[in-house]
């Protein structure tokens, strides 16, 4: 079981360009939800998917930012028109339910550097 | 809105010491985690937590939850360098939900 995995690693972007980030989640797991790091802090939560369906956004900005996860592929984090400020540790994670009992697997993560 | 609190938010001690890191939280929930993460690295599920009373010990750790008291402790037994790191606690609105994070615990131990 490879795991939650996130691509690409490492990701720089120029102000204006728009940012995609991918999460494949555990095998059997249906429930992917992504979380922001800033720099020397906790993770804020942005949104919670399931195949198909947001069931929770309200972690995330207003504009730009937008999330889907398809009936086929990976989850999608898209940021559009970038800034500064997006530059965080973008983290998704995975559980096999909703109800949390079993816990919740975070991938390695997605750096994104806005210059 | 739900609130995680953490504390300390730093912890600087010595090896072979003890020590109790302290998550409180605002609302009624049952459900408590522990994560460990290294600088650059993810997060790593150390204990979940699911019901009053809960005491779940892996090594030098020991996690417990008091849900009555909205607490959960994070106990140290005779710190070893090894486990420097930043420790979250996060908590399940009983929801179905999302789990919030608390700010996090950095912890650095000194040989």
């Known amino acids: 079981n490879a795991g939650v995995m996130q691509n690409p690693r490492h990701l720089v972007r120029r102000r204006g360009q728009e940012a995609r980030l991918r999460c494949s989640p555990m095998k059997g797991h249906s429930h992917v939800y992504w979380y922001r790091q800033l720099p020397e802090e906790g993770l804020k939560f942005m949104v919670y998917?399931?195949?198909?369906?947001?069931?929770?956004e309200s972690g995330m900005p207003k504009e730009r930012f937008s999330a889907e996860f398809p009936k086929e592929g990976p989850s999608i984090l898209r940021i559009q028109q970038v800034v500064r400020g997006d530059s965080a540790a973008y983290f998704c994670a995975s559980s096999p339910t909703g109800t949390g009992r079993y816990g919740y697997t975070f991938g390695s993560g997605t750096r994104l550097t806005v210059v | 809105e739900l609130k995680v609190e953490q504390n300390p938010l730093f912890l600087s001690m010595q090896e072979g010491k003890n020590y109790t890191i302290y998550c409180n939280y605002s609302?009624?929930?049952?459900?408590l985690y522990w994560y460990r993460q290294d600088p650059g690295k993810s997060l790593e599920s150390l204990f979940v937590l699911l019901s009053n009373g809960a005491v779940k010990q892996e090594g030098r750790l020991m996690a417990s939850l008091d849900t009555k008291a909205r607490l959960s402790t994070l106990h140290i037994t005779a710190a070893v360098h090894d486990l420097s790191a930043t420790y979250f606690c996060?908590?399940?609105?009983?929801?179905?939900?999302?789990?919030?994070f608390g700010k996090g615990t950095r912890l650095h131990i000194l040989p």
């Open positions: 996060a908590v399940d609105m009983n929801r179905d939900d999302k789990i919030i």
């Open positions: 998917l399931q195949k198909e369906n947001i069931i929770d």
């Open positions: 609302t009624t929930s049952d459900r």
